[in-house]
């Protein structure tokens, strides 16, 4: 083998790395508006998904949280929703609540990100679960493992009752931190 | 206090409830390469343990202070793997020049690590979890350890296989890949030991 | 000229199989392949990966001095894999949410990197493209079918639709961790046996 210069080695892998960084920047620039209209996208879904009626919504800062307030058409605020998140039974959960204030009822919820077992607490995404939450007054909550009876309880997945009660504290504290900004029954 | 409590649990974490190669699937290439022996198995889960931590602490100063410093997020994984490739080849020499017996027991092995997908799967999880320094290098720890028990293990199990009387179609990769199968599902006993 | 083009191409289909036959390139193998159209978008990622830097580094393979290749190959294929991330989640966000991590990871693939230093190192680049093409479809093929497998048992689908009724009780274990490892040691028994035969 033919003696290499270092001077060519380190030449060599310079100009592939500044290649490199010049073709990702372009690529990067390219790329960033479709991936920042995703999200927001995906987003506005999500907010509107737990708002029902809202018709548009803004993005407030209150107490170091930040809250999605949905306004309906004539312009007056139909709730709040908010992105949660909590420890689950393998990783994090991260869901949107969205909330009536005024009758102190939850109006629903949608997970957003979660790495539950599939087919078990995974299911914590399927309406069957989510619908325990739909029009459920604040408060705390008991898990059951049979159909819910009253209104403070909620149903479990059967096969995954730790999911079921991770999700419903990370409700709970939820709610608790919307009250808490915006001054309770308010 | 309360600090010190959620690094030992995300220590035992790591190891146990999101092993690495059992649970995450990553350095799954070593894992059935070098664990015929248990005492190959051992070298090279200490070797990839050594790398790891070093890993997790290099690449975490990097995307602090000069990815996200100046906001360069499409360079992270060409750096990253620069990274690791160089602190490979460092760690080999310097082993090389400190103690040649150690280096004897790890040597071949080294360059096999930086294709090793755990260490770089672990350098974009610290990112993406949002671990500080020190949660991070305990993070890159306990990876090394947990991918060094199910190696040793599984290295155990395929020594005492070697008496075994397996049908000639599964010999070799099949049965190995069965066997980790089922160490997979024991590791899941594990999941739900406690919640982060 | 043409049959060897054609031989280069075949080797990746069935005799050396990345996966079924020269087990490699596990990690997303196992990892992703949790439904058919995981393991079918897997493959297609990895394969173009494959084929792009196999096209450049034969291409640029007498420029690239001795000492230096495997850095320079990698510094290549982590600029494929960059490029294929951002243009995922640019325009196929869902597929990009669903194979997250693995995406990167394509990076130290070993398939990727022993192309190059076994293939397109040391060849034209009309044989590192039949190559990459035939290697690409092999780990695709291999991939979506252990992907068609796993869903079918697991969840009782196969892309998504719903193949087996009601009736079917869904083994979850499938699309778990455990069921991957299992899968992939009988489909390869399996394929050990077919090529005794043949």
Redesign the interface.
Known sequence: ?EK?SIG??VL??TI??II??L???F??Q???P??KE?QAV?QEKAVFNVLPGAEKFEEVTKNGHTFYEGYNNAGSRVGVAYIATG??????IELMIGVNLNEEKIYGISILTHSE????GARITEDAYKSNFVNKPFGDYTVVKREAAEQTEVEAISGAT?SSE?VTTIIENAVSTIQSAYGGGM | MEQFTQVILLFISTVL??NFILVRFLGICPFLGVSKHVETAFSMGLATTFVMTLTAAATWLINTFILEALNL???QY?SFIIVIASLVQFVEMFIKKTSPVLYKALGIFLPLITTNCAILGLALLIPLNGYSFIASVVFGFGAGVGFTLAIVLMAGLREGLEFGDVPGTLRGVPITLIIAGIMAMAFMGF??LI?? | MASQLLDDFKNGLWNENPIFRLVIGMCPTLAVT?TTENGLAMGIATSFVLISSEIVISLIKK??????RI??YI??I??FV??TD??L???Y?GIAASLSLFIPLIVVNCLILGRQEAFASRNPVHRAIADGLGMGIGFTWALTLLGAVRELF??GSIFGFQILGAWYK?M?IM??PAGAFITLGILVGIMNLISREG
């Open positions: 083998m290499e060519r080695l060599t892998l592939i790395g490199s960084a073709t990702l920047a690529v990067y390219w790329t960033t479709y991936i995703h995906a420890g689950g039974f393998q990783g994090q077992t599939p087919g078990l730790i991770k | 409830i999101n997020p499409f360079l060409v999941s739900g919640s982060m | 949790n420029l690239i001095p001795k000492n230096v850095p320079s510094l290549i982590a600029t960059t490029f951002y243009f989640k640019a325009f966000p697991g969840m869904p979850i699309v778990l």
